[in-house]
Nanobody
């Protein structure tokens, strides 16, 4: 209970768009900063995007800057990741993380993880 739950993944052609959502049953995100990570097969889980609890500050991995946008609706207890101009190299399982303490780009800084949602981009 209270773990993040991701949704919105799917299969899309290169250049397409997807919007991922992250919410948590029985838990409020409104007071927490939240991050998105992704993990491709055989690779480490890497930082994608970060948003502060009030939504005023965001940060992105260089590889997605200008294409991805992280936002949140605290009234709906949901954090979003809008992904545009998708590339085959964006193919991965995308994870939402909360319970941050320390350096927000590092996976070990987070205590709460969802199960992930698969994003597949074809060329």
């Amino acid at each position: 209970q209270g773990q993040p739950v991701e949704s919105g993944g799917g299969f899309v052609q290169a250049g397409g768009s997807l919007r991922l959502s992250c919410t948590a049953s029985g838990r409020t995100f409104s007071g927490e900063s939240v991050a998105w990570f992704r993990q491709a097969p055989g690779m480490d889980r890497l930082f994608v995007a970060f948003i502060t609890s009030d939504g005023r500050n965001t940060d992105y991995a260089y590889s997605v800057k200008g294409r991805f946008t992280v936002s949140r609706d605290n009234a709906k207890n949901t954090v979003f990741l809008q992904m545009q101009n998708l590339r085959p190299e964006d193919t991965a399982v995308y994870f939402c993380a909360s319970g941050y303490s320390g350096r927000y780009r590092f996976r070990d800084s987070y205590t709460n993880w969802g199960q992930g949602t698969q994003v597949t981009v074809s060329s």
